[in-house]
Structure formats: structure tokens, C-alpha cells
């Protein structure tokens, strides 16, 4: 199976269990790994046979600077759910959604949540 990667999208949302980070935000970062058949697009060398990245960077905007969730699970799952519903030629995909910077103790990188979800 062909991949598309759009990596590293950033973006300022109010999404976590502590009240503080729903009225503060912070930010996040997701990164998409969509499968789909890349050949036809190659030949024809034709957006329309293809995904459009910019779609898919709007999409995840809208849903991480969207209604805020209590999880980041539930964040990736609308980031996932809304590809499957809008790109009918994508197979598989898989979301991680990335937290630089909770408001937990410690000395970690970041925190983050990867799914995969596909077509049944």
C-alpha cells in the first residue's frame, strides 16, 4: 500500500481533563500516515486522484482547534473517523496527535496517542 506522510501540522487547542488546559490551550501536534493506491495519481498526475494535503490539514485544524475533549484519544479518533468520512479513496489510516507540553510532573519529551483505523 502507497502512503501519504503530512508530519508535524501544529496547532492551539483546549483539549485535557485539567480545567486549566480549557481555559488556557496549549499545543498540539499531529502527524497522518494515510495508505491508500497511489498508481493512478502518478499517471495521471492529477490531484484529483489523490488526496490533497491541504484538505487534510484543514480537517485536522478544525478538529484539534474545534470542541475540546477530555482525551487526546478522543481527539485522534475525530481526526481519524473525519478522514475515512472525507477522503473515499484512503484505505487506512493512522493518527498520532501529540501533546510538547502537558501539565504533568516531570522531564519528558512529550506525551502523545497514535491509532490506526481503516475501512471495515
Do not use: W
Not at 99 to 110: A, C, E, L, R, W
Amino acid at each position: 500500500m502507497d502512503k501519504i506522510k503530512v508530519n508535524n501540522m501544529e496547532f492551539y487547542g483546549y483539549h485535557g481533563v485539567f480545567k486549566e488546559e480549557n481555559k488556557l490551550g496549549q499545543r498540539f501536534r499531529v502527524n497522518a500516515l494515510l495508505e491508500l493506491d497511489l498508481s493512478q495519481s502518478a499517471q495521471s498526475d492529477n490531484v484529483e486522484d489523490s488526496i490533497n494535503y491541504a484538505d487534510v490539514y484543514q480537517l485536522c485544524k478544525e478538529i484539534v482547534e474545534g470542541e475540546p475533549c477530555n482525551l487526546v484519544e478522543a481527539v485522534a479518533e475525530k481526526i481519524a473517523s473525519g478522514m475515512l468520512e472525507q477522503f473515499e479513496k484512503l484505505q487506512q489510516c493512522t493518527i498520532e496527535v501529540v501533546k510538547p507540553d502537558p501539565p504533568i510532573p516531570g522531564h519528558y519529551n512529550s506525551v502523545a496517542i497514535e491509532i490506526t483505523r481503516g475501512r471495515d
